[in-house]
């Protein structure tokens, strides 16, 4: 519980860190200068004002100079990465837990900047990719990284990622003249075969689908969306991913 506690509050700082990438990568904004500043004022945000979540309940919300407001999105940005990385060691209690923390940060930040805008930057998935061919590299070579799937599954689950988004992509172009999917959904899948398998990649579908399905059919009903209108797919693959991450092999299991 140590080892949870510590990623927890590892995960609140890359989760500012997030809030800061959600911003600045759609805006093509260096991540690195001018420093965070406020919204409203363009005043500096002081160090100590940047403290994960705790900044923000002392602050009341508000920024320290202006009193404007600060969206509460960010304390719950924070806190969702805290919860990401403290369930990564909780649910894979060896080495594999740093690699897939960070993935799991990236899932974070797609799944936020595909939501704002319907774009994945290529940034988060060649980041995502270095994590996981290094992942797979590291169990092939050490025993510490037992969770990491070997050359060919990885390789056939990056075909079972990418491809099935692909063809659906293609068959809605030919038969509604209109695309299916983004070509950011089909390459987040295909890097996300690199961690997963193509077993586990399955169970992120089936997941991913069955929300997505679900929040569709909530807009349909409370009439907030039309038939045929595009939704953000992104955050909806990245949470498959990520259950399939925590509970695939269960799942796999149960379903055998």
């Known amino acids: 519980m140590i080892w949870v506690i510590w990623a927890f ?12 990438l959600v911003y600045r990568l759609p805006r093509k904004i260096s991540i690195i200068l001018p420093s965070s500043a406020c919204a ?25 100079r202006c009193s ?7 304390p719950l940005v924070e806190m969702t990465c805290g919860l990401l990385f403290a369930g990564m060691v ?4 060896t080495l594999s837990a740093m690699p897939l923390s960070l993935f799991a940060f990236a899932l974070l930040v797609v799944a936020l900047i595909d939501r704002d805008t319907r774009e994945i930057p290529d940034s988060l998935l060649i980041f995502a990719v270095v994590m996981g ?17 070997d050359f060919i599954n990885a390789g056939l689950g990056i075909l079972a990622g990418g491809l099935p988004l692909l063809i659906i992509d293609r068959l809605v172009l030919i038969f509604y003249k209109k695309d299916g999917f983004g070509y950011g959904d089909v390459k ?15 169970v992120a579908f089936i997941c991913a689908f069955l929300a997505g399905g679900i929040y569709a059919a909530f807009l349909l009903v409370t009439g907030k969306a039309k038939r045929g209108e595009y939704i953000a797919f992104g955050p909806f693959l990245c949470t498959g991913v990520i259950i399939a991450l925590w509970f695939g092999q269960a799942f796999w299991s149960f379903y055998i």
């Open 133 to 149: 061919l290094g992942w797979v590299v590291a169990g092939h070579f050490s025993n510490r990284f037992p969770l990491s799937p």
């Open 68 to 74: 404007g407001a600060i969206s509460p999105r960010y």
């Open 40 to 64: 409203d004022c363009k005043t500096a945000i002081a160090p100590y004002d940047l403290l994960p979540i705790i900044s923000w309940l002392i602050l009341k919300g508000r920024c320290r």
């Open 188 to 202: 987040l899948m295909a890097v996300s075969g690199i961690f997963l398998g193509w077993q586990m990649i399955i």
């Open 90 to 93: 909780l649910f894979t209690p």
């Open 9 to 20: 509050a590892i995960g609140l700082c890359f989760g500012s860190f997030a809030n800061v």
